[in-house]
C-alpha cells in the first residue's frame, strides 16, 4: 500500500466484507515492520464502553508482536461523507475521543501509532482525513484497483457488501426442513441418500467415514447435494469425535479449500444441536487461514446451537486471543476436551444395544 487511502480502501480485503460505522485497529509486524500481522474490527462503541474496549483491543494487538499499528475509524458524519466529485471532509474528524483513548492504551503497552485515519466508508470517492497535524486528507480510490485488491482477488478472496451477508452464509434453513431432519436423527430409520446414490449404509455404524469423505470429494467436484438421507448420515458421523477431527485433519490440509463450502452448507441444513459439528469445523478452517471475521460468525452458530460444545469453546478462545494461524494449528494437534456425547440418535440406539 502505498499511501494512507489505500489502506483504508484494501479494509474490505482484509475482513472478507465491506465494515461499516467501525473502529478498526491494524498491526503491523515482521521484519520490515511494515507486514500486517493482525486486523481487528468493532462496532462503533458507545461513549461509557470506551474504557473497557480500548484496553481489551490493546492487550490482543500485543498478540501480534507489533512494531507501529493504525488506528481507523469508518462513519457517515451529517453533511455526508461520500459525494461524488465533492466530499463533505469535517475538520477535525468525527470520534477524535474514541481514538485518542484507544491509541493512549496502546501507548501504554509500548506500541507506536503512526497512523490515524477517520473515512466516511471503504468506498471509492469517499472522503478521508488524518487526525494528525499535517491533516492530510483527500478521497478514497476505487478498492477494486489498488495491488492489495489485485493480490487478494487472486490469492481467491471473497468479499461480502457486510457483516450481514456474511452471517447469511451460515444462517439456518427453512424450520420445516430442520424440523424433518430432526425426527429423522430420533429415528431409527436408515439414511437413504446417504451417499447422493440412495445407498443405506450412511450412518456412523455403517461407515461414517466414507460418508464425509464422499461429501468432501463432491464438494471439490463442485457437485454436492443434500437431501434429507445424506444431511441426517453427516450428522451421524460427524457426532463421532474421531471422524469429526479426521475430518478437521483433512480440512486443514493444502488443496481442500473446497472443504469450507461443505461446512457452510451443513451450517445451514442441519438441526440443533448437531449443527456445531460442522460450525465448528468451519471456523476452524477460517481460523487457519486467518480469516477471524467468518471464524466469529461460525462459532456463534455453533455455540447457540451447543453452548457447551467442547470444540468450539476451545476453537473460540484461540479466536479471542488473536491466535496465528500457525499457533491454531499447533493447538488442533494437542489433545483437547472431552469428545461430545452422542447426540440425540446414537444416544437412543446405544441404549437399546445394552
Given at each position: 500500500m502505498r499511501d494512507p487511502s489505500e489502506l483504508v480502501a484494501g479494509l474490505p480485503y482484509l475482513m472478507g466484507f465491506r465494515?461499516?460505522?467501525?473502529?478498526?485497529?491494524v498491526a503491523f509486524g515482521g521484519a520490515s515492520g511494515r507486514r500486517i500481522t493482525l486486523t481487528m474490527r468493532i462496532d462503533l462503541p458507545p461513549p461509557e464502553h470506551v474504557p473497557d474496549i480500548s484496553r481489551a483491543l490493546a492487550e490482543n494487538v500485543l498478540r501480534a508482536r507489533p512494531t507501529g499499528a493504525a488506528v481507523i475509524v469508518l462513519g457517515e458524519v451529517d453533511g455526508g461523507g461520500a459525494v461524488s466529485g465533492a466530499p463533505f471532509t469535517p475538520s477535525p474528524p468525527p470520534h477524535l475521543p474514541l481514538v485518542t483513548e484507544v491509541v493512549d492504551a496502546l501507548a501504554r503497552r509500548g506500541v507506536d501509532v503512526h497512523t490515524r485515519l477517520w473515512s466516511a466508508s471503504t468506498e471509492a470517492g469517499a472522503a478521508w482525513a488524518c487526525y494528525d497535524t499535517c491533516s492530510c486528507r483527500g478521497v478514497l480510490p476505487d478498492p477494486d484497483a489498488t495491488p492489495l485488491a489485485a493480490t487478494a482477488?487472486?490469492?481467491g478472496a471473497v468479499v461480502h457488501a457486510d457483516r450481514a451477508a456474511l452471517e447469511q452464509l451460515v444462517a439456518p434453513?427453512?424450520?420445516?426442513r430442520l424440523r424433518r431432519r430432526a425426527a429423522m436423527l430420533h429415528s431409527d430409520v436408515p439414511d437413504r441418500g446417504a451417499t447422493g446414490e440412495g445407498d443405506p449404509e450412511g450412518d456412523v455404524d455403517g461407515g461414517g467415514q466414507a460418508v464425509v469423505d464422499a461429501a468432501l470429494a463432491d464438494a471439490a467436484a463442485g457437485r454436492l447435494h443434500l437431501d434429507d438421507g445424506r444431511v441426517v448420515a453427516l450428522a451421524r458421523?460427524?457426532?463421532d469425535p474421531l471422524i469429526r477431527d479426521a475430518a478437521l485433519l483433512r480440512s486443514a490440509e493444502p488443496g481442500m479449500e473446497s472443504a469450507e463450502h461443505l461446512w457452510a452448507a451443513l451450517a445451514r441444513e442441519m438441526p440443533d444441536p448437531e449443527v456445531a459439528e460442522p460450525a465448528a469445523l468451519?471456523?476452524?478452517c477460517a481460523l487457519l487461514r486467518g480469516d477471524g471475521a467468518m471464524a466469529g460468525i461460525a462459532l456463534a452458530r455453533a455455540l447457540r446451537a451447543h453452548p457447551r460444545h467442547p470444540l468450539s469453546r476451545l476453537l473460540r478462545r484461540a479466536w479471542a486471543a488473536g491466535m496465528r494461524p500457525s499457533q491454531?494449528?499447533?493447538c488442533l494437534r494437542r489433545p483437547h476436551a472431552p469428545p461430545l456425547p452422542p447426540p440425540r440418535a446414537n444416544r437412543r440406539r446405544r441404549r437399546r444395544r445394552r
Open positions: 465494515p461499516r460505522e467501525s473502529l478498526v485497529v482477488v487472486a490469492a434453513g427453512p424450520p420445516d458421523a460427524l457426532s468451519l471456523a476452524a491454531v494449528r499447533e
